[in-house]
C-alpha cells in the first residue's frame, strides 16, 4: 500500500477489485497523486491512470471510484506516450495504486 495521509479512506475491497481490473487490461496502470499523498485529510483524491486502449478508460474510473468509497475524485487518462512528453509522473511524485 503507497504511504499516504491517514485521514484517507480507501476502501480494501474496492482496491482489490481496482487492482483485478487492471490485471484485465494490462497495458493499463492506475497511480495517486496530490494531496492524499501529502495531507491528513485531503479534500478530493487526484488519479492518474495510463492506457493504451481508451476502451478501458472508464471501466478503470468505475473502479477507481469503488476504490475510494464515494469520496471526490479528479481523474487523469493518459496515453503512455502523453505521459512521456509530460513527464507527469515523475512532476508530481505520483505512487502506483495498481
Do not use: N
Not at 497495458?27 to 496530490?34: C, N, Q, R
Not at 476504490?67 to 475524485?73: H, I, K
Amino acid at each position: 500500500m503507497p504511504s499516504i495521509g491517514p485521514g484517507l479512506r480507501i476502501d480494501a475491497h474496492g482496491l482489490t477489485q481496482l487492482r483485478e481490473v487492471t490485471r484485465d487490461h494490462p497495458a493499463a496502470s492506475v497511480w495517486l497523486f496530490g494531496s492524499a499523498l501529502r495531507e491528513d485529510d485531503p479534500r478530493d483524491i487526484d488519479v492518474l491512470i495510463m492506457y493504451e486502449d481508451r476502451a478501458s478508460v472508464a471501466e478503470l474510473k468505475a473502479a477507481v471510484h469503488r476504490a475510494f468509497s464515494g469520496l471526490p475524485c479528479d481523474i487523469m487518462a493518459l496515453t503512455a506516450d502523453e505521459e512521456s512528453f509530460y513527464d507527469f509522473r515523475r512532476t508530481v511524485g505520483a505512487v502506483r495504486l495498481a
